[in-house]
């Protein structure tokens, strides 16, 4: 068994999540701490992942017309639209959950963490996913999930972005 320790951020600010994120992953992995599952929100921004041109994917007179902090993460990926109602979870993963989850690099993560939240919403009543491409996952052909990685020290930590609004996904749950 595996324990995996949770936590439910009441931080918004978004400068102080971003930097949260890159201090539980180099302190679990520096000091061998258990994995960790983090759910979190943020105020309105625009976070692009570390490889991105801000020129190219941001219209930067609007996000500084409307105050809409344009931040960069360690993980890669596409630029992410947050505010309160989308949620954003986070999993840091251990090397002994990896052997666990029975997984060993980026792509089989990511791969495993994606078909885990499908079988969870369609568990819930969501039909018509699908995934396209490593990780988005689509709801009748509107996507409403991604996600991104980042490696440190055999550690991974899997970004999960849920791009709709939390109560889109509540007003579509089947009983």
Avoid at 37 to 43: A, D, P, T, V
Avoid at 97 to 112: P, W
Avoid at 136 to 158: D, Q, R, T, V
Wanted: charged residues 25%; aromatic residues 10%.
């Amino acid at each position: 068994m595996v324990d995996i320790r949770i936590l439910f951020s009441k931080e918004h600010d978004q400068m102080f999540n971003i930097a949260l994120e890159h201090a539980i992953l180099t302190n679990s992995a520096d000091h061998k701490l258990h994995s960790t599952l983090r759910i979190w929100r943020s105020e309105k921004s625009v976070v692009m992942g570390r490889n991105q041109n801000i020129t190219d994917e941001i219209n930067i007179e609007y996000c500084e017309e409307n105050n809409i902090w344009i931040l960069r993460r360690i993980s890669g990926g596409g630029a992410v639209y947050h505010d309160m109602g989308n949620l954003n979870v986070s999993l840091f993963i251990a090397p002994e959950l990896k052997k666990s989850l029975e997984v060993n690099n980026l792509q089989e993560i990511t791969r495993k963490m994606t078909e885990l939240l499908m079988k969870s919403l369609m568990k819930i009543g969501y039909s018509k996913l699908e995934i396209k491409g490593n990780s988005n996952i689509f709801y009748h052909g509107e996507k409403i999930s991604g996600s991104a990685g980042y490696m440190y020290k055999n550690w991974h930590l899997h970004q999960r972005f849920f791009l709709k609004s939390i109560y889109y996904f509540l007003r579509n749950i089947q009983y």
